[in-house]
């Protein structure tokens, strides 16, 4: 597994900080870790999927985001003065899942003997930053169709396969927060795109398959 955020690393002070992380390995369902849990490790996603939920200030449960091999999180562990070590979100596993565990005490040994290794922090946190960016203007220009194809295409990638239609295991109400829309208003964007043959529509899963015509889609200027 390749970690392109780990690049900056030189080959020892990589070598070096994926031998301090330990194994870990979730089944599915399972909660990988609590919102309010004791923030105190970074993990690397070596396999499966991870759905990133928190709570919302009317009590409801919504969905952030999706993460697969290659991504991460828990970033903010490694912070040595973080104000709150608590974790802002819940993870659970969308499947078997497998990881890399590092401590945030195992990091700090770490970086005493290898101080450069602290920067890659600093692009973990970026990265967080570019995204949390990203998606504040798409919700405040862009119109909900084409979050929604956005999201499509994404969840796409993350569950592609060699095969020509990609089945994404997850309900309406899961891409509507992710798209940061109401579950009425994507059902109606989904039901378009099920006529036009791009999606078909399934108890509990969504088939993509004309993926192209979907990033045609995505990528239109038109707000």
């Not at 401590?103 to 990265?127: D, G, I, N, Q």
Request: aromatic content about 6%; hydrophobic content about 45%; overall charge positive.
């Amino acid at each position: 597994m390749d970690w392109p955020l780990l690049g900056p690393l030189s080959p020892v002070e990589r070598s070096q900080l994926l031998a301090s992380a330990k194994p870990r390995r979730f089944a599915r369902e399972e909660i990988v870790c609590h919102e309010g849990d004791p923030s105190d490790s970074f993990h690397l996603i070596r396999s499966g999927r991870v759905a990133v939920r928190v709570s919302s200030p009317a009590g409801e449960v919504v969905t952030l985001n999706v993460l697969s091999a290659g991504d991460y999180f828990g970033e903010l562990s490694l912070l040595r003065d973080r104000p709150s070590r608590h974790r802002t979100a819940t993870l659970i596993a969308l499947e078997d899942v497998e990881t890399l565990s590092l401590s945030a005490a195992a990091f700090h040994a770490l970086c005493e003997r290898y101080p450069k290794v602290e920067r890659v922090v600093v692009a973990f946190l970026a990265r967080r930053v570019e995204e949390l960016s990203y998606r504040l203007l798409e919700a405040l220009y862009v119109s909900v169709d084409r979050r929604v194809y956005r999201r499509l295409v994404e969840l796409a990638r993350i569950y592609g396969d060699s095969s020509k239609t990609v089945a994404i295991p997850l309900r309406q109400e899961h891409v509507a927060d992710l798209a940061g829309a109401t579950r009425p208003t994507v059902n109606q964007v989904l039901q378009k795109l099920s006529s036009q043959g791009i999606v078909e529509l399934h108890r509990g899963r969504i088939d993509v398959v004309d993926l192209p015509a979907l990033r045609r889609r995505a990528a239109s200027v038109l707000l």
